[in-house]
């Protein structure tokens, strides 16, 4: 298995979509009601919203290649684009996305290592992220690589506010 990671930029803006709507719909259909994913999807991953997103300097998006096909992307923030004010020495990893093909391959930590280098590379001194509660093998996850939980905030799935815990890593 060869694995690489590699920029995204605004021509990847359809694919980025399209594996966007499908890990995300993999990985929360099953526990969310159609019309709340349906709600979600509309909003978060519009074209135009992605476009935003890759137009702004304070977020990155790569794309986690396997044997040559996408497996899955990674989301890093900084400044004001981390989605909670945390300062200037965090980074957020707002999405770790794995196409269900790919999952259990020891990806996630490849992108995990990823968002720590370029967090090392800012001077950041921790990285965060949110992580639905329910979301089990994901805090499993996290908490494996030295994540802890140090807050919570809410999540809008459609009109049903969910509790995302916010686990954080500081770096050494």
């Not at 594996?19 to 993999?26: K, Q, Y």
């Not at 684009?81 to 020495?89: N, V, Y």
């Amino acid at each position: 298995m060869t694995e690489k990671i590699t920029k995204c930029n605004l021509e990847d803006l359809q694919v980025l979509r399209e594996i966007s709507i499908e890990t995300f719909n993999d990985t929360f259909s099953n526990q969310n009601s159609a019309d709340n994913m349906k709600a979600y999807l509309d909003r978060a991953f519009t074209s135009t919203q992605l476009e935003q997103e890759l137009a702004n300097h304070s977020s990155q998006f790569y794309f986690m290649w396997c044997d040559e096909e996408i497996a899955g992307y990674l989301k890093v923030n900084v400044n004001d684009a981390q989605s909670e004010e945390m300062g200037d020495e965090f980074l957020e990893i707002e999405r770790i996305y794995i196409r269900s093909k790919f999952q259990r391959k020891g990806l996630g930590k490849y992108l995990i290592d990823k968002a720590i280098e370029i967090a090392e590379e800012q001077n950041k001194k921790s990285i965060w992220l949110g992580v639905w509660e329910k979301n089990e093998k994901a805090i499993r996850f996290y908490n494996k690589l030295g994540f802890v939980q140090t807050g919570a905030h809410s999540f809008y799935m459609g009109d049903e506010e969910q509790m995302d815990i916010i686990m954080t890593k500081t770096l050494i």
